[in-house]
């Protein structure tokens, strides 16, 4: 289908939502006080921008969230492409980064909490333990995914380990690694919010923890609509950063057209 068609056909579900919403609650058929009205959220965003008021807590929160992105993900590349090229470290490790793995992330909040403080530190580390497996996992399973046949060409050309690394095991890699960076930002920023919901002085989950204290739902569903706009422009940065380190990857018509 059309790519402008597909734009278009989503704007007009989304005004359909909208409107649906707007008359559902100025009609009285759904209660004011749990579901705020669109245009009074859009007022309220609008009045955080105007007044400059949100910028400082979405400073804070995309400080925690590329903190927790860039550890998380360099610290999973790196023991990922460890373990999938030592088979002995990696059947030590396994059941441990299993067992580690399988622990709800969530609660862990307020152990970070507890060793870090208030402060950033906390968010990240909760960000850190969310990204982290994502990167290692893909990372580990996209080394051992390499073929033999193109291992054994490449060491039967007199390749050392290095060159094995930089030209074989990286980039067949590539494609796992980035494709997990997507979900990490997703996971990163989850990390950053329900860090500060559950304990900050700013930050867009501080925001909502507030306003959900004093039930006022306008500000809820404002704070939720800054932080999915903020995580869209993330995943499309993330997107751009893909597509040009993956200017060789053919395209769907590509794959799919005639010589």
Known sequence: MDKRKVILLQILLLALVLLGWEFSVRLGWV???????????????????????????????????????????IAGIALGLWLALSPTASAVLDPFLKALNSVPRVILAP?????????????????????????????????REVSPVILANARMLGAAKGQLLRHVYLPSATSWILSSLRSSVGFAVIGAVVGEYLGAS??????????????????????????????????????????????????????????
């Open 111 to 143: 152990i970070f909490t507890l060793w870090f403080g208030l402060g950033i530190a906390s968010k990240v580390a909760l960000g850190f333990s969310l990204v982290f497996f994502i990167a290692f996992f893909n990372t580990y399973q996209g080394i």
């Open 31 to 73: 209660d004011a006080f749990f579901f705020s009205k669109p245009s009074d959220i859009a007022a309220r965003v609008y009045e955080w921008f105007r007044t400059g008021e949100v910028y400082r807590h979405l400073w804070i929160t995309l400080t925690e969230t590329v903190l927790a992105f860039l550890s998380g993900t």
């Open 202 to 259: 700013a930050g867009l989950g501080y925001v909502i923890s507030q306003a959900e204290g004093v039930f006022d739902t306008t500000s809820v569903f404002a704070g939720i609509v800054v932080l999915a706009a903020f995580v869209v422009i993330l995943d499309i940065g993330v997107s751009l950063i893909e597509k040009r380190l993956l200017v060789w990857r053919p395209t769907p018509d590509q794959e799919g057209g005639t010589v």
